[in-house]
């Protein structure tokens, strides 16, 4: 009788985290506006003690992991992951109870789809009906608005798979049934395990400041070299060979050659941003797919490879493209990089300047 309510439950699970992954599908499509809205938002944050939330979330994540053996980076690569696609709330809809994390679990995956009371807190009833729900704070309720709850019901899904980086892969994508989920939570967990901090908010020029160079804002205009699609970058002039550097903390997505990019690389930041680089002569050689740079580091030199088959070269004046695009969970926006850029460029010159 045991084993057989065992299995139901567990079919009733599996229909549940199915229905989660058709609610993530409907609740996150964004408009274009969205990439300039989270941007504010992150400056918000960053105006109002970032330092403080950041220290109260590793906080809650290492005490998370002491109770269930999953490791902090894990929670906070899920928690991350989530606060970079959310949408921002409307002044409506934004919540009585500020939280620290931005988990954000749907009800019918919280309370369970069949659950005729889809605010249900009741632990005994939420898991009669399959759902995701747990008390993690201990006040006996199941609060899908509660930090330690939710926290607490993500590590009992994720204990079900083990605790190597591919169990943990496969509980999440058991949980998202999104390969591009799964694939980001991966890769900040690997950042955030290989810094040992929630903090990866350096940046860097991407060539070395006091050299020559010369760029300006293109956004949105012809682009220059062939083709009619719009501009999704900025071009920096400079002579062929020049070092190019990782304007961010972040990890290598991406690494060869694209028939218009060349030879190019791309990098992924904590903040769900995937940074571009085009055209280049070659690669730092150390580097392969998968592997952590830091602000600064050197991922390659500049060139003009593209408009072709690989290796081609010439077709145009060596300079660096640099784009950004941020993930809002199903696709991918670009954004001008020039105010980074100059905002960066500007860093590093008073950064110098105060040196000498
Ligand atoms: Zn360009």
Known sequence: ?????????????????????????????????????????????????????????????????????IAWFRFAAIDQYERTIAKKKSSAEVQTKPRLTGISIPAPVWCGPLNPDQGDQAQESISFFGGFGKDGSGDGLADPENDADVLYSMARHLMKYGDSSSDFNIGVWEYYHNGRATQRIAQFAKLYEHFGRLDLSGSAFPLPVGKIYSYRSTWGTGRSWGGARIHEGTDLFTPHGMTVRSTCFGIVETKGWNRYGGWRIGIRDIENRYHYYAHLAGFEKSLSRGDIVAPGQTIGWVGSSGYGKPGTQGKFPPHLHYGIYRDRGITEWAFDPYPLLKQWENQEYRALKKKK
């Open 1 to 69: 009788m045991l084993a057989l309510f065992r299995i139901t439950a567990i079919r009733k699970t599996v229909l549940c985290l199915s229905a989660a992954a058709m609610l993530w599908g409907e609740s996150h499509p964004e408009a274009a506006a969205a990439a300039g809205r989270s941007l504010s938002a992150v400056s918000d944050e960053a105006a109002s003690g970032k330092e403080n939330i950041s220290a109260n979330r590793k906080e809650l994540y290492d005490q998370m992991s002491a109770a269930t053996g």
